[in-house]
Nanobody, 110 residues
Framework: QVQLVESGGGLVQAGGSLRLSCVVS????????MGWYRQAPGKQRELVTA??IYADSVKGRFTISRDNAKNTVYLQMNSLKPEDTAVYYC?????????WGQGTQVTVSS
């Protein structure tokens, strides 16, 4: 059974940094592009980054990377802003409905 487990979220002040991790079980990781998504309260889930593609709102601040030996994808988030507050998820690109995990909450205080 394929699972995605996100971690690394938390409460941080504006201007701070966090690194999110997503461990992917099964064969999904090795054969798919992976991306990070987020959903803020009252908003639709959106793509944050996938490979070299970044949402305009995070360009220059967020960086995606992956460790194939650990089946893990990371999201380094710097210069965080209150508008980055959301639940962050990883998934394939395009996302598979059945793969959504619990996500990890990121809260940025002003």
């Amino acid at each position: 059974q394929v699972q995605l487990v996100e971690s690394g979220g938390g409460l941080v002040q504006a201007g701070g940094s966090l690194r999110l991790s997503c461990v992917v079980s099964g064969s999904i990781f090795s054969s798919n592009a992976m991306g990070w998504y987020r959903q803020a309260p009252g908003k639709q889930r959106e793509l944050v980054t996938a490979s070299t593609i970044y949402a305009d709102s995070v360009k220059g601040r967020f960086t995606i990377s992956r460790d194939n030996a650990k089946n893990t994808v990371y999201l380094q988030m710097n210069s965080l802003k209150p508008e980055d507050t959301a639940v962050y998820y990883c998934n394939t690109v395009p996302p598979r409905v059945g793969l959504w995990g619990q996500g990890t909450q990121v809260t940025v205080s002003s």
